[in-house]
């Protein structure tokens, strides 16, 4: 019969070591990744004579031009671009990642072009620029991971990783997209950049959007999160690898099986020897 000896202290003593031995995800390196009701952690910069900017949106329309847009995916409101002339506007935060690790950067996009896709077949890859003044057009969107003293509109050898960049071109034609010119609903992004940020340090997201084409081209996003999980030390590994041994040996002296308590009794125990005779126990007859 299986006997588990002093479960309590067993259970609880195993559960921690597989509790040290397992790995843990750090919480989100960026704060306030929903916008809920302001851009606190957030630098909202805007370009010299811009006719709009980001703002935190909520409901079903856009901040300015009242467009029809879905709803915050996440929480009750997202950030948003909307215009009413040419624009350019940019939202940053700084993020640190600890040391080594993986890292994940993850979010929710919308895209919507007021120009009705008028314009589609005038664009071309998007230029090299985040200034509205750019000719002939400049009509995009983009996710950058910038260097830590990146201004605001820099690109180059400030763009550490380019995410994402969309212009009108992406939201399809009426034959393959049947909300167009919009997204029918926000687009879930989650991508690995730990190549270019996991050895760990000082780092901005970006999320940038001009306009020049007289309507504007409306970027929504919402919840943003960067994520590292650590990589473990070579000490890290020796650890985890101590509390496994730990616990096997642990968990095989909590179950060890008792032996039968009347073994001492049944074991080992030959019958009487008898006579074959008188079937007399321990009676010796003799045939004379």
């Known amino acids: 019969m299986l006997n588990i000896k002093r479960p309590t202290p067993c259970v609880l003593v195993l559960s921690f070591c597989l509790f040290l031995a397992s790995p843990h995800a750090q919480a989100s390196l960026t704060s306030n990744g929903g916008f809920e009701g302001a851009f606190t952690a957030w630098t909202?910069?805007?370009?010299?004579?811009?006719g709009g900017g980001w703002y935190v949106q909520t409901g079903t329309s856009s901040p300015l031009n009242g467009f029809s847009v879905p709803?915050?995916?996440q929480g009750s409101y997202a950030a948003m671009t909307d215009s009413q002339g040419p624009s350019s506007q940019a939202l940053l935060q700084t993020f640190t990642v600890p040391g080594p690790g993986?890292?994940?950067?993850?979010?929710?996009?919308?895209l919507l072009d007021a120009t009705n896709g008028a314009y589609d077949s005038a664009l071309g890859a998007p230029p090299d620029s985040l200034d509205y003044n750019y000719s002939p057009n400049n009509q995009?969107?983009?996710v950058d991971?910038?260097?830590?003293?990146?201004?605001?509109?820099?690109l180059g050898g400030s763009v550490i990783d380019n995410v994402l960049t969309a212009?009108?071109?992406?939201?399809?034609d009426p034959n393959s997209n049947a909300c167009f010119p919009e997204f029918c609903a926000y687009q879930s992004v989650s991508v690995d950049i730990s190549s270019y940020v996991g050895a760990g340090g000082t780092f901005q997201i970006r999320f940038a959007e001009v306009d020049d084409l007289?309507?504007?081209?409306?970027?929504?996003?919402?919840d943003v999160s960067i994520d590292s999980v650590p990589e473990p030390s070579s000490f890290a590994l020796l650890g985890v690898a101590l509390l496994v041994y730990s616990a096997r040996t642990l968990w095989t002296n909590c179950t060890a099986i008792d032996p039968s308590p009347t073994a001492a009794a049944t074991r080992f125990m030959l019958p009487d020897r008898t006579s074959p005779t008188a079937n007399t126990p321990g009676r010796l007859v003799s045939s004379r």
């Open 44 to 50: 909202v910069a805007t370009e010299a004579g811009s």
């Open 145 to 154: 991971i910038l260097t830590a003293s990146a201004g605001a509109f820099d």
């Open 140 to 142: 995009q969107a983009r």
């Open 71 to 73: 709803a915050p995916p």
């Open 102 to 110: 993986t890292v994940t950067l993850s979010f929710e996009y919308f």
């Open 167 to 172: 212009t009108p071109l992406s939201l399809g």
């Open 214 to 222: 007289g309507e504007p081209f409306v970027f929504g996003v919402d």
